[in-house]
């Protein structure tokens, strides 16, 4: 662990030169991570080692690892510290930071991508509705250093594509100018994760168990709180039942039948009693659905081939974004004849228990829906995508050519193709 201990004393020294500046923080900190080339020296598991030796551990900055699973805290100095983030699943979420530095990835890979917030309405300190575009994506492998900006000037998420991933962070502690910390929704929601308010938290804690005991009255009562609660309460509560009313969960838990209506009818609650703008509502719960099923169809394969594909269309908006992306991973191929390739045989495998569903979510996948798909790709729609058909398989293709139509708006609907054909 001399590494460690060198490379944040090497900081220290520098950052202390420098007045502690925070605005030069970031540079300072991935120059000094690239020159340490800490990947290439040690690995996780002799930190992990390292830790179960030590009688006593620096100073840990984040002891229920809120962030990293685990984190561990490898130097510790007064201003800032260095963490090793051990990662085994990827995840979506959207953040920015109250503090700054730079990280560096140590085993694995990622999809890191940067967005911007378009700031339309200020419902409180804690809560605002905008716009939210992706601004930019890249692919992160061993070795590659990030610069971490706090504030609105650095919102991004990072999925990491390998089981574990793990990530060096060096970083400072809150600064409370740049808070709140906000988590964002797509489309068009941001919230503070970290606000709490004992009373709403309690609250919550109550309507969870109502719906967990099956309470006959359960769905009354939440109902009665939710026609009363402000905006950001409403969403808190909207999210938690959302977790306890998945349909999966609750088949298994509590044997209800249709747990997304019920969901449904919170959220029209919630949407009457806020109006225009309790609209955002609905956007970012459908967009949360659609994700889920992009990461429900995930968790049933295993080629990492397909999972990286499935990862692409979970985190990145947009056909040329996507293509640039299987460039960036497989220089040698064609990204149309990758994509392809992969829908053929996602569609060639069947989800344990159930021979009629495939893992790409669309039935009765065949060879027209392929070509159809292809067209689509290259830019082809409606009656070209037909004529193209007819042209290459001849007038004896004319009664086929007639489902195009119909297999062109199943393929556009699709939810784990919606990223790629928009």
């Known amino acids: 662990m001399e590494i460690f201990q060198k490379l944040g004393l090497e900081i220290e020294d520098a950052w202390r030169a420098a007045n502690y500046d925070e605005a030069g923080f970031p540079a300072l900190a991935a120059d000094s991570l690239k020159r340490a080339e800490v990947p290439t020296r040690t690995d996780p598991w002799a930190a992990a080692q390292w830790a179960l030796r030590q009688g006593e551990l620096p100073r840990q900055r984040d002891v229920p690892s ?28 959207i953040h920015q930071h109250a503090f700054c530095g730079a990280f560096q990835v140590m085993l694995g890979s990622s999809i890191h991508s940067w967005y911007d917030f378009d700031r339309e309405l200020s419902i409180n300190k804690f809560t605002e509705i905008g716009s939210m575009t992706l601004r930019k994506c890249e692919l992160l492998s061993v070795g590659d250093v990030q610069e971490i900006m706090s504030g609105r000037q650095y919102i991004h998420s990072l999925f990491h594509l390998d089981q574990p991933s793990v990530t060096i962070v060096v970083r400072t502690d809150r600064s409370p100018l740049d808070l709140p910390q906000y988590n964002y929704f797509k ?13 709403v938290t309690k609250k919550t804690q109550v309507a969870a168990a109502l719906i967990r005991a099956r309470n006959p009255e359960a769905d009354r009562m939440i109902a009665e709180w939710l026609e009363s609660c402000d905006l950001q309460t409403a969403f808190g509560l909207l999210l938690n039942l959302r977790g306890l009313l998945r349909p999966d969960s609750v088949q298994q838990m509590f044997n209800l039948k249709a747990p997304g209506d019920r969901f449904s009818r919170f959220l029209d609650i919630a949407e ?24 429900s169809r995930r968790s049933y394969v295993s080629d990492p081939e397909h999972r990286f594909f499935l990862a692409l269309l979970l985190n990145v908006e947009g056909r040329e974004r996507i293509f640039s992306l299987i460039r960036q991973r497989f220089p040698d191929s064609d990204p149309i004849e990758k994509v392809l390739d992969w829908t053929e045989e996602l569609v060639d495998t069947r989800l344990a228990g159930d ?14 829906d392929i070509f159809v798909l292809e067209q689509i790709l290259r830019g082809s729609t409606g009656s070209a995508i037909a004529e193209a058909f007819r042209s290459q398989y001849g007038e004896n293709a004319a009664e086929a050519a007639r489902s195009i139509p119909e297999k062109e708006r199943r393929i556009r609907d699709a939810v784990l193709l919606r990223a790629l054909l928009n």
Not at 189 to 199: G, S
């Open 187 to 199: 489309p068009s929601l941001a919230i503070d994760p970290f606000f709490e308010q004992e009373t």
């Open 272 to 295: 009457k009693r806020h109006g225009r703008v309790g609209d955002v509502f609905r956007k970012v719960f459908d967009e949360m659905n659609a994700l889920d099923t992009i990461v």
């Open 66 to 93: 809120r962030f990293g699973d685990p984190a561990l805290t490898v130097f510790s100095a007064p201003r800032f510290h260095i963490d090793l983030l051990f990662w085994f699943e990827g995840t979506t979420s």
């Open 355 to 368: 021979e009629h569903t495939n893992a790409l979510g669309i039935a009765d996948f065949g060879d027209i």
